[in-house]
């Protein structure tokens, strides 16, 4: 029974590792994308658009990250493997991003200031996108 919960804590312990891990990667890939979404609002690009390209840069820093540096034992050791690997984690990017566009379109269509709009999008988009990778993507 002992080595049960000792079993059980260690799996936990390893699960908080992993997410620290994790969110260190997205708060590196949420400063590019929020560096380039400012940049390009302050430009006066229109802010869905300067969302998608932010979001864009970061996803492409969060694989890099997430497939070297957070979830190291769960990467595929095939070329069949990797290739799918990459083509779930675009697809879970794919949805992270079209939740952020959705969010920070309807903060513009409800009067928002698109900053505020794009902080809501960070909230539900990481959490989406961290249960996908975490049980889909990256799953062992």
């Known amino acids: 029974m002992a080595l049960l919960r000792l079993a059980h804590a260690g799996i936990r312990l390893g699960t ?3 997410y620290l ?4 990667a997205s708060v590196i ?3 590019t994308d929020v560096a380039l979404f400012l ?13 998608v390209i932010g979001y864009s840069a ?10 070297r540096a957070v979830f190291t034992e769960a990467r ?12 779930l984690f675009l697809l879970s990017a794919l ?8 969010i ?6 409800l009067g928002l200031d698109p900053r505020l709009a794009k902080l809501l999008a960070i909230v539900v988009s990481f959490q989406a996108v961290w249960l996908l990778r975490r049980h889909i993507v990256f799953a062992r």
């Open 58 to 67: 970061g996803i492409l820093v969060h694989w890099l990250l997430s497939s």
């Open 95 to 102: 949805l992270g991003l079209a939740l952020t566009a959705l």
């Open 39 to 51: 940049l390009l609002i302050g430009a006066n690009a229109p802010p869905t658009a300067a969302s």
């Open 29 to 31: 890939a949420l400063a």
């Open 16 to 18: 908080r590792v992993v």
């Open 104 to 109: 920070v379109a309807a903060g513009g269509w």
């Open 76 to 87: 595929a050791n095939t070329q069949g493997g990797q290739h799918r690997q990459r083509m």
């Open 21 to 24: 891990r994790y969110l260190a």
